[in-house]
């Protein structure tokens, strides 16, 4: 079955860590995203990748870092300098071109 | 700056009781309007895209509509399967997504 997976479903982190958050797709799309939602907020964009070895900052990419090695997966590192981490983060991927984004289950991450 | 404002904030129907969620925009240069499901927990879903004012789309008890203002989700005789928060986006001129805050819709049986 194609699909977006993102691993793990609850990461806890502690305060001065980085931590990693996984996504991976076998639908074949040329560009992933990253978002960040919030009680109460619109889903809120932080990286997105057209290509391979390509990325773009979003509207809220302070405190996270991205890699593009694979056209499959799309990491996203939230590092220490992120004050405020704790929410529920989604990936999302595109055909090149296309306007429908389909997200995977998500991470739901908390600073202890 | 696109924005998109959803209304209402929650709703909450009795099966059977028709009703519409609305999704107001403005944007630069309108290339889709997306309309989403969404579980407690889980990813959004991707019901429907529109692209141009007059356009309807409808899947089982969901109808979408859009004119160049707004967007409605109505949704006929629902069921409490259909309890979820929906969400709309707009896509504009740069290719991005913007999203509303959602509405939580609850179906009581």
């Known amino acids: 079955d194609g699909g977006i997976t993102q691993s793990p479903k609850y990461l806890f982190r502690k305060e001065g860590q980085n931590v990693t958050l996984s996504c991976e797709q076998n639908l074949n799309h040329d560009a992933m995203y990253w978002y960040r939602q919030d009680p109460g907020q619109g889903l809120r964009l932080i990286y997105y990748s057209q290509i391979v070895n390509d990325f773009q900052k979003g509207d809220i990419a302070e405190g996270y870092s991205v890699s593009r090695e694979k056209k499959e997966s799309f990491p996203l590192t939230v590092t220490s300098a992120q004050k405020n981490p704790t929410a529920f983060y989604l990936c999302a991927s595109t055909l090149a071109g296309g306007s429908e984004q389909f997200f995977g289950p998500g991470t739901r991450l908390t600073v202890l | 700056e696109d924005q998109v404002t959803q209304s209402p904030e929650a709703l909450r129907l009795q099966e059977g009781e028709s009703s519409s969620l609305n999704c107001s925009y403005t944007v630069s240069g309108l290339r889709g309007l997306f309309w989403y499901r969404q579980d407690p927990g889980k990813g959004p879903e991707f019901l429907f895209t529109?692209?141009?004012a007059g356009e309807e789309k409808e899947k089982e008890r969901l109808k979408a509509t859009l004119t160049k203002k707004e967007s409605f989700l109505h949704i006929t005789a629902p069921k409490p399967e259909d309890s979820a928060t929906y969400l709309c986006a707009v896509q504009g001129s740069n290719y991005k997504l913007t999203f509303g805050k959602g509405t939580l819709l609850t179906v009581n049986p």
């Open positions: 529109l692209y141009s």
